[in-house]
Nanobody
Framework: QVQLVESGGGLVQAGGSLRLSCAASGSIFSINAMGWYRQAPGKQRELVAAVTSGNRNYADSVKGRFTISRDNAKNTVYLQMNSLKPEDTAVYYC???????????????WGQGTQVTVSS
């Protein structure tokens, strides 16, 4: 079994900062990519940022404000969110793609989601 556990959401005023964390645990052989998505009420889930071994990708709406980083030793991905805006309010989901140990079967998992609310 592989699972993702997220933490770090909350309520913050516009202009403030939050840091999200997502730790993967279980029977993991390797993780190819980890990322953060978000879903606001009435909207589709969208990519916020993703990191692979060599690349980082960001949604245009968060470039220059959000930074994704990854600790491979801990199988953990972080999302540092600065200069938050009310439109960043959403449930943020962690995603991880990789291979399970032993079987080498691929996995693509989602975290449970963490609420981020930015007040104006």
């Amino acid at each position: 079994q592989v699972q993702l556990v997220e933490s770090g959401g909350g309520l913050v005023q516009a202009g403030g900062s939050l840091r999200l964390s997502c730790a993967a645990s279980g029977s993991i052989f390797s993780i190819n990519a980890m990322g953060w998505y978000r879903q606001a009420p009435g909207k589709q889930r969208e990519l916020v940022a993703a990191v692979t071994s060599g690349n980082r990708n960001y949604a245009d709406s968060v470039k220059g404000r959000f930074t994704i980083s990854r600790d491979n030793a801990k199988n953990t991905v972080y999302l540092q969110m600065n200069s938050l805006k009310p439109e960043d309010t959403a449930v943020y989901y962690c995603n991880a793609e990789g291979l399970r140990s032993g079987s080498y079967i691929s996995f693509n998992l989602w975290g449970q989601g963490t609420q981020v609310t930015v007040s104006s």
